[in-house]
């Protein structure tokens, strides 16, 4: 294998926008990223998609080559991604698999969602189709609510506090507000994450990512040729993507994600690092809960501490592992096709030093974690600056 | 068999709007498979003891023991 390089960013805003369908944002994030990576249309031998639900929410199918048609691809092999929440990332890791084997050099990844266009209890449904239907969703569960019940569990077995979780919704609150991106630029405090509308208890609309429309793009190439196109390409140290049991009532241990555990040690090893090492990390808080449980898989916090590391502090911008310094999914929002190739975006930008009011003061190895369902997919990815 | 895990749903899928809140939880059976499914009755715990009631559309609705 060889070693790849991101050579081009591009991002829309996240937010509602109902003036915008899903072509549109795509192919926005796409050219946004080929002038980013002083890229061409014809110089694209390969175009990798990651779209969770276009065709439940827009009605559109055979979104690859719909969408490369939008850009001025023209012939090249064209194809959509599908993980629920870890398509971006599923995408990315397949883009970076054939150009690490060299079967491509230049390869644009995009992901996209156009969620807003429906109303919440049809988004509900939709998202709630990344689950198991016949089961779990059939009795009536959410997306919400499963994580809701690892909250419970977590929260029983290790005596995580329900203010621990509020800690992760006001940081990452805070840290979206300096996001010129993010789709909700919104300071909350405890207070106001405990009393916000019950989703699912104990979670509250606080404690729940955001219903977005947005698209996210890298370019990648060999690292070899990476100075061809840019004067700042990012390595990718490694990316590992990996899958787990469906439903969440076919785990022993639902406190656990154990996809995201093996997706972390393969990534470690591959990058020849330890989690002691990253510098700082992009992580899948679709819930509060999310980021918690992360912490302690990615063996950042002890097992079970994950609620005390952040209401301790050392997941701000200012702690030892900043921790979604984009404001993650909880306030940058989440359109979920785009989420793992926007996370990809946001660590590459803080390698580069372009990450504005968000920069970071360590900002040379960063960490990326993008969760599919409610554990089944995982992509754990590690980028370090050239 | 009894609750390993619990939830009140508020905001709830399109199908079952009419329904919330409702409480879903997954059950320890005791052979110690697992299964999600309604609560009826009074809310319940982690480690309370649950009995059947009734199976609904394929789908196990549990209420407390011994009540």
Known sequence: MRPVAVIGLGKTPFGAFPDRDLRSLAVEAGRKCLENGNVQPPQVEAFYLGNFAGPAFVGQNHLAPYIGEGLGLDGIPSTRFEAACASGGTAFFHAWAAVAAGIYDVVLVAGVEKMTSQATPRVAEILASAGDVSGEMKAGATFPALFAMIARRHMHDFGTRREDLAAVAVKNHANGARNPLAHMRKVVTIEQVLAGKPVADPLTVYDCSLVSDGAAAVLLAPLERAAEFTAKPVRIAAVAQTSDRFALDEKDDITTFPAVKRAAAKAYQMAGVGPRDIEFAELHDCFTIAEIVALEDLGFAPRGQGGRYTSEGCTLPTGQLPVNASGGLKSKGHPVGATGVGQICDVALQIRGEAGEMQLARHELGLAQNLGGSGASAVVTVLRAV | ?67
Do not use: C, W
Request: hydrophobic share 35%; glycine share 8%; net charge negative.
């Open chain 2, 1 to 67: 068999m009894k609750v390993y895990t619990e939830t009140v749903v508020h905001s709830a899928p399109e199908a079952y709007v009419n329904e919330a809140p409702y409480q879903i939880a997954i059950v320890i059976r005791d052979d110690g498979s697992r299964v999600t499914g309604r609560i009826l009755g009074g809310r319940v715990s982690i480690d309370d003891e649950v009995e059947l009631a009734e199976t609904r559309g394929g789908v196990p609705y549990f209420k407390k023991a011994n009540q």
